[in-house]
């Protein structure tokens, strides 16, 4: 069992940057898949961006260059930096661990569902 506690949310004007963190706690284990997902009220959820046990990463392509995901394996912690912030990017963002699908096309490795979640954390992002 892996239990997830993000942090770090909140309102943030355009162009503005916010750094998100997971806490991961239970049976952590540094070589899992973790990521970041993100739902908007009215809209599916979304997969924002992953990180393998190797180190690999992964974007959705809405937030190439602007998002970077890391995972401080030591702390056990996932955190993403989110700069050049849009209002499109407004959503509640979930943390997740442990890949349980996960498909590769080309060069591309995307986790489409973990087993474990926590509770979200809101973002803002006014015009």
């Known amino acids: 069992q892996v239990q997830l506690v993000e942090s770090g949310g909140g309102s943030v004007q355009v162009g503005g940057s916010l750094r998100l963190s997971c806490a991961a706690s239970?049976?952590?284990?540094?070589?899992?898949?973790m990521g970041w997902f993100r739902q908007a009220p009215g809209k599916e959820r979304e997969g924002v961006a992953g990180?393998?046990?190797?180190?690999?990463?992964d974007y959705v392509d809405s937030v190439k260059g602007r998002f970077t995901i890391y995972k401080d394996n030591a702390k056990n912690i996932l955190s993403l930096q989110m700069n050049s912030l849009k209002p499109e990017d407004t959503a509640t963002y979930y943390c997740?661990?442990?890949?349980?699908?996960?498909?590769?096309?080309?060069?591309?490795?995307?986790?489409?569902?973990?087993?474990?979640w926590g509770q979200g954390t809101q973002v803002t992002v006014s015009s």
């Open positions: 239970g049976a952590t284990n540094r070589s899992y898949s």
């Open positions: 990180i393998l046990g190797d180190g690999y990463t």
């Open positions: 997740a661990a442990v890949c349980t699908d996960r498909r590769t096309a080309g060069r591309r490795t995307t986790c489409y569902e973990y087993k474990y």
